[in-house]
């Protein structure tokens, strides 16, 4: 704000903060990523999709998965319908009843995450391999104080590279050695998941189909076959398996942090308008059949994707809320290419690290009037709004051009779901919600890592 739409933070390093000459220059115009990528995201001894720097190798992986991210795939897919109605009907929907009818104090942070867990892994391995993570909470306090315990020391292995082998070198290493330990547990986790949905690979029942697995170890397979000029050996089948498993444990470690921090905050600011609740509710029961907890002996269905899609205030609070909270607001890093020009700068120096993050894009006044208050109203306008049209080219929750989140629609729709399964029958109200201020990371979080509220019966 104070600077302009691009500023020097280092000897070959400079931000961007606008769409024209800025973001769609740099993110849409092919800008190679930059090492912080794998540095940061590898595992399994090599890289995913996500960490690839390369446009080409990521071409190739891309290809191998998107038709399974489609929305069009996502919105017709059985395998995924039977994810949905076992997670709402059989796993959330006791949990908030029984919440509700004793009107309890809950920690609903951590619920999230379970949730948003088994949904992504339902949907990669297939349920009897995914996790159950809302039905075993000893289970989930310890995968996920694993999961987040290494998380604090990101900042070394993203921007000190060369201090860490150095204090390494020295016998002094700024990551303690139990991150290694907690490295081994999730790799193990992830491992041990691929193996049970390759048990099931050949499956035809929606519930047991491993879909984002199959068609990735397949299409890996075909790649590998097309490119060896011999038959693929031991070595090669064994460097295959780790790929499966370092691509699906991103998916499903990205896929889950960033929809369990938008639930929360979303039921945060839902919970403290509750006259805006009301209409949100009044809007859900539109659907036919309402998301509902299904009554004894009845076969639970599901509304359309494409009515819960038309539902406007509930995409405008779902938009509102991945503005003012993106579960991802840190850098997306990028290289120079030679001769770059950016917002009005000619010249730059190639191999120039380039970056734009969703905090600030979003905090534009110009686009977002009032931009520090979360106004889902401003999302609904006429067709065609020009307001609007500028708005979506300035979200940027998912990131934009050939790299951006390739679980973007899983995202919207699993969000979307969840929801119109809660809203439409119970309430929220807060009961502790000190700490939402939001940590200073890459992935964010609330500084007191819970937000507590008490559920009732709508």
Known sequence: MKHGPIVRL??????????????????????????????????????????????????????MLANVYSKSYLQGSSQLKAVTRTILFDRIFPILKDYASSESSVEVHELNNALALDFITGYIFGVPAGSNFLQEPSLR???????????????????????????????????????????????????????????????TDPMTEPVVYRQLKQALEKHLIATSDSEPSEKDLAQLRLEVACE?????????????????????????????????????????????????????????????????????????????????????????????????????????????????????????????????????????????DEMKHWFWAFGSGGRMCIGSHFALQEIKLVVAALYTSFTTSVVDDQGMEPIDAYTTRPTSNKLVLKFGLA
């Not at 931000?15 to 940061?40: A, D, F, M, Q």
């Not at 993106?326 to 970056?355: E, F």
């Open 10 to 63: 280092g000897p070959s390093e400079i931000s961007i903060n606008c769409y024209e000459g800025g973001l769609r220059t740099v993110y849409t115009g092919g800008y190679e990523k930059h090492e912080w990528y794998p540095r940061l995201f590898g595992s399994f001894g090599t890289i995913s999709m996500f960490s690839m720097v390369g446009t080409k190798q990521h071409s190739i992986r891309k290809r």
């Open 141 to 203: 306090q310890k995968w996920l104080s694993i999961y987040h315990s290494r998380k604090i020391f990101e900042f070394y292995i993203q921007e000190t590279p060369t201090l860490l082998s150095l204090s390494e070198a020295l016998g002094i290493p700024l990551i303690p050695k139990w991150c290694t330990t907690a490295n081994e547990y999730m790799e193990n986790w992830g491992l041990e998941a691929c193996d049970k949905a390759d048990e099931n690979i050949s499956s």
């Open 248 to 388: 699906t444990f991103d998916h499903l470690t990205a896929g889950h942090e960033t929809s369990a921090l938008t639930l929360t905050y979303l039921f945060w600011e839902l919970s403290k308008n509750p006259e805006l609740q009301d209409q949100l509710r009044r809007e859900l029961r539109t659907l036919s059949p309402n998301v509902v907890p299904p009554t004894s002996g009845a076969s639970p269905k599901l509304p359309s994707h494409k009515s819960i899609d038309a539902l406007p205030l509930l995409d405008a609070v779902i938009m509102e809320t991945l503005r003012v909270h993106p579960p991802i607001p840190g850098i997306q890093p990028r290289l120079t290419p030679a001769d770059a020009s950016l917002a009005g700068y000619h010249n730059i120096p190639p191999n120039t690290r380039v970056n734009a993050q969703a905090y600030s894009l979003h905090k534009n006044d110009d686009v977002f009037p009032n931009p520090d208050s979360w106004l889902p109203n401003r999302w609904i306008a006429p067709p065609g709004s020009s307001e609007i």
